[in-house]
């Protein structure tokens, strides 16, 4: 049998839990089950007895619940060895502090202003700022509730692209800042879509995220790369994984539905036709044996 925890999309075994924990009768339903679809906002517990209890589930979250995040984008893209801006990880001020006591020891790594600080948490543009001076930064930190990363700042041109993967399908779009005094190019802050624009760029921005995807096993997520303009021969940068994301750029959150059914279907398709999964690693901290 299969089951669904997606609300809109009906299998042998159809749960709806959100926003709660699964009951004991629920868990004895899905074990019954080879296959199961979730929702984005499917809550980590929940995935977790998915995983334990149901031979596939789609869309893979193995990465997403233990790493989710600014800081945890930063580890995975050094654990893959991806290229991505020079980036600091700190779990907390306090650790900035005692690891840069002088913060223009910061210059020797980063490089010269401006940079890029960026709260763990946030989406939207909330909680990143286009820093300009050490200043700046100590004004910035103690806006910042949690975790941050400190980046080198790209010159993308006022764009970035987004490559939007679901299982097999990979789409990407420009999303562009029109306005220069603008640091942001998020949809919610001015940006707009631009599908068309150079499309040898976005082919190399998708074969690299298909390469991140093939390696780690994520199959559901918005991708956001950067194209240095003093580097024209160099390739995209991994900036962000979005594991829920804007709709727009794909048509809207109808066609968006639409194409994650399809997307499940041609998964279960596959798997119960034998095709292994791109599960590389179970991460032990959150999967015990």
């Known amino acids: 049998m299969i089951a669904s925890l997606h609300p809109c999309i009906v299998k042998d075994i159809n749960i709806l839990c959100a926003g709660r924990s699964l009951t004991d009768s629920e868990k004895r339903r899905l074990k019954k089950s080879r296959a199961v679809i979730v929702p984005q906002g499917i809550r980590p517990d929940v995935y977790r007895e998915c995983r334990l209890l149901v031979p ?67 989406g939207e543009g909330d909680f990143v700022y286009l820093i300009r001076s050490l200043e700046e930064l100590e004004a910035k930190l103690v806006l910042l509730p949690a975790g941050f990363i400190l980046q080198e700042w790209i010159d993308h041109g006022g764009r970035d692209l987004r490559v939007v993967v679901l299982y097999d399908l990979f789409l990407a779009y420009w999303r562009v800042q029109p306005d220069p005094r603008i640091f942001w190019t998020n949809l919610s802050r001015g940006g707009t879509v631009d599908p068309d624009s150079d499309p040898h760029l976005k082919e190399r921005g998708i074969e690299a995220v298909r390469d991140f995807c093939h390696r780690s096993g994520i199959n559901l997520a918005g991708f956001d790369l950067l194209f240095d303009r003093r580097n024209p021969l160099g390739g995209p940068l991994f900036l962000e994984i979005n594991y829920y994301f804007g709709r727009s750029g794909l048509g809207g959150s109808a066609r968006f539905y639409e194409l994650f059914e399809q997307a499940a279907e041609r998964w279960l398709t596959a798997v119960l036709k034998g095709k292994k999964e791109g599960r590389p690693f179970h991460p032990p901290w959150f999967f015990p044996e």
């Open 56 to 122: 596939h589930v789609f869309p893979n979250y193995d990465l997403r619940f233990p790493l989710e995040g600014k800081v945890g984008d930063a580890l995975l893209f050094a654990y893959f060895q991806v290229p991505h801006p020079k980036t600091l990880v700190f779990q907390n001020r306090l650790e900035f502090s005692a690891l840069y006591p002088n913060p223009t020891l910061l210059l020797g790594v980063l490089g010269e202003f401006p940079w890029v600080l960026k709260g763990d948490r946030g």
